[in-house]
């Protein structure tokens, strides 16, 4: 079961923002480890409170946000940033 990565405008403009470094590990994370694997939640942890629903997933200090949608195999990033910033903004 091969899962499909797609990133929200917001999510595509965070990641473009970050260290070169930082972006190949979250495309290398997202890309190779995440579209293999056949629950995407096994990797991930989910939110609560106000974002019940949503999972994030840890690569160093920074974190993405994203929905997972079974029935479409996708995996939607809605963003990304430093642990320290992620969590008041999203």
Same mark, same amino acid.
């Given at each position: 079961? =091969?899962?499909?990565?797609?990133?929200?405008?917001? =999510? =595509?403009?965070?990641?473009?923002?970050?260290?070169?470094?930082?972006?190949?590990?979250?495309?290398?994370?997202?890309?190779?480890?995440?579209?293999?694997?056949?629950?995407?939640?096994?990797?991930?942890?989910?939110?609560?409170?106000?974002?019940?629903?949503?999972?994030?997933?840890?690569?160093?200090?920074?974190?993405?946000?994203?929905?997972?949608?079974?029935?479409?195999?996708?995996?939607?990033?809605?963003?990304?940033?430093?642990?320290?910033?992620?969590?008041?903004?999203?």
């Amino acid at each position: 079961m =091969a899962w499909t990565i797609k990133y929200t405008a917001s =999510a =595509a403009k965070d990641i473009k923002k970050l260290d070169p470094q930082v972006q190949r590990k979250i495309r290398v994370f997202l890309e190779d480890d995440l579209t293999t694997l056949e629950n995407p939640r096994s990797k991930g942890k989910g939110l609560t409170a106000n974002h019940a629903g949503l999972w994030r997933y840890r690569i160093g200090d920074f974190r993405l946000i994203c929905n997972i949608e079974d029935h479409q195999l996708i995996v939607l990033v809605l963003a990304a940033g430093h642990r320290k910033n992620i969590y008041g903004r999203y």
